[in-house]
């Protein structure tokens, strides 16, 4: 799972990402990312609307994306915050599906001179 260090938990901190960050979008997921240039670790933050369904389906979504970011969370720079939003699409996608679109997602938001090497 992912640490409470490793997580958004302001709203402020939300919308500044949300609306000043890069963007990349797929099939079951929005990724926003914003490098702040601060020397902390990466935080991600989730988005899960009750579009995606009900209370058991989005905290599902919701614990699988925090696995996915716990994982990933090597490969993204220091100082960076990421949002990801689930789409409805993303209830009824496998663990491996959303790792995939996250993890291509951050390749291409990240700069290759930042990314770390797993």
């Known amino acids: 799972m992912l640490a409470r260090p490793y997580r ?4 402020s901190d939300y919308r500044l990402v949300v609306r000043r960050g890069s ?3 797929g ?3 929005i990724t926003s990312m914003l490098t702040t240039g601060e020397s902390r670790a990466a935080r991600f933050g ?3 609307s009750k579009q995606v369904g009900t209370a058991v389906v989005r905290n599902t979504v919701r614990r ?3 696995a996915v970011c716990a994982e990933a969370l090597p ?3 220091e100082g ?3 949002v990801i939003r689930a ?3 993303s209830a009824t996608a496998s663990f491996a599906e959303l790792r995939a679109d996250v993890d291509r997602c951050l390749s291409r938001l990240t700069p290759a001179s930042d990314a770390v090497s797993a």
Do not use: E, H, Q, S
């Not at 958004?8 to 709203?11: E, H, I, K, N, Q």
């Open 8 to 11: 958004l938990t302001r709203g």
């Open 23 to 25: 963007r990349c979008g």
């Open 27 to 29: 099939a079951r997921v």
């Open 46 to 48: 989730f988005i899960i």
């Open 64 to 66: 699988r994306l925090k």
């Open 75 to 77: 490969r993204v720079p």
């Open 80 to 82: 960076t915050d990421v």
């Open 87 to 89: 789409l409805p699409a």
